[in-house]
């Protein structure tokens, strides 16, 4: 059995796949750039993949997955590369989704992120959250920022994350990693102890409850800087997602602490490359200045969006600006940026005028 998975993920990573599925009754599927690709293995019975979901297990990871029937962990296969496993049941068989976690940390330019994430990485305390949906390289943008800050500034770095993906070399930094179930029992045990490891940054995996989010409060009010991620569709969302983590009697002080610890919120989706070399990242960026900072007190969230586009000039970007300059400089369609945008018709209107294709197609003529 060692054998077979070891092909299976040597495969994987020669066919640049991001992510593995493993189902009963169906040969290993491979993600490649956002598409699923059927592999050339057999077939895979439920014995199959419990093999290879034990074989892969920690003791820890067994308890837990036996007890609640999913966990999460990583797994490193020498000489091939490092996973990010999540081991589940479903219709009461065993499934597997691997994802490959790149060793080299990329930086911003490799990312093709704006200027603006250099500066927000170079803050001095408050709460940046770096949001979107699942699997849209939350964690990647969040690595680059850790990387940028080791590279220039000499910090104590303290990370709680669930699983440990990228792994961080000291440069001018101290970094200092700990694992759910392997180094910490909780992200609220270690937070509650966060504190007295004397750090000036903390990265926290991700925003899921009350607590999590009160502890991170808590911290950037003594002047720490804290990373995080959460679940969000745009920036204007995060706000309505926080405020679900409290009873709503709560909220009027949330939003208060919200406007003046929070720093930062960017948003991101991954695009197809027009070229088909991968995907690319439209993002939205929203930085909280003063008039922000009134939006979220007053709770007129709605006022957001147009808040982005007055001050460009900050770094702010709406998605539908990124659209816009991703189809401008020919990295996504215009199919892509239509598909991807709420509000086509001022995407179209901010296009007008501008060769779109090799067939010098004129939008608005």
Request: glycine content about 6%; overall charge neutral; charged content about 25%.
């Amino acid at each position: 059995m060692e054998v077979d998975i070891v092909e299976i993920l040597k495969s994987m990573v020669n066919q640049q796949a991001s992510d593995a599925h493993f189902k009963v009754g169906r040969c290993p599927v491979f993600r490649i750039k956002k598409d699923l690709i059927i592999s050339g293995f057999s077939v895979m019975t439920n014995k199959d993949i419990e093999k290879i979901a034990y074989f892969m297990m920690k003791e820890r990871h067994r308890k837990d997955f036996e007890k609640k029937s999913e966990v999460d962990f990583s797994y490193q296969l020498p000489d091939v590369g490092r996973f990010r496993v999540n081991i589940f049941r479903q219709r009461g068989d065993v499934g597997i989704v691997m994802r490959i976690v790149k060793t080299k940390i990329p930086g911003f330019e490799d990312l093709m992120l704006p200027p603006i994430f250099q500066k927000i990485a170079g803050l001095n305390y408050g709460i940046v959250l770096v949001t979107g949906s699942s699997s849209q390289g939350k964690s990647t943008t969040l690595a680059a920022m850790i990387n940028y800050i080791n590279s220039v500034k000499k910090a104590h770095i303290m990370t709680i994350e669930d699983p440990i993906e990228y792994i961080y070399e000291d440069k001018q930094s101290l970094i200092n990693q700990r694992e759910i179930g392997l180094d910490t029992e909780s992200f609220n045990q270690a937070l509650r102890h966060v504190i007295r490891q004397d750090p000036d940054i903390i990265l926290i995996g991700e925003m899921r409850d009350a607590e999590t989010f009160q502890t991170a409060l808590a911290a950037a009010e003594t002047g720490h800087l804290v990373f995080s991620t959460l679940h969000a569709s745009d920036t204007a969302q995060v706000v309505d997602r926080i405020l679900d983590f409290f009873p709503h009697a709560q909220h009027s002080m949330v939003r208060m602490q919200l406007s003046f610890n929070l720093r930062a919120v960017t948003c991101q989706r991954l695009m197809p490359r027009v070229d088909g070399l991968g995907v690319v990242p439209a993002v939205e960026v929203m930085i909280i200045n003063p008039t922000v900072q009134k939006i979220l007190r007053e709770n007129k969230t709605e006022r957001l969006s147009q808040t982005l586009h007055s001050f460009a000039e900050e770094g702010m970007l709406s998605f539908n600006q990124s659209l816009v300059n991703l189809i401008k400089a020919n990295l996504i369609s215009l199919e892509t940026g239509l598909a991807n945008t709420s509000n086509p018709e001022a995407l179209k209107m901010n296009l007008k005028g501008i060769y779109l294709d090799e067939d010098r197609r004129i939008l608005g003529e």
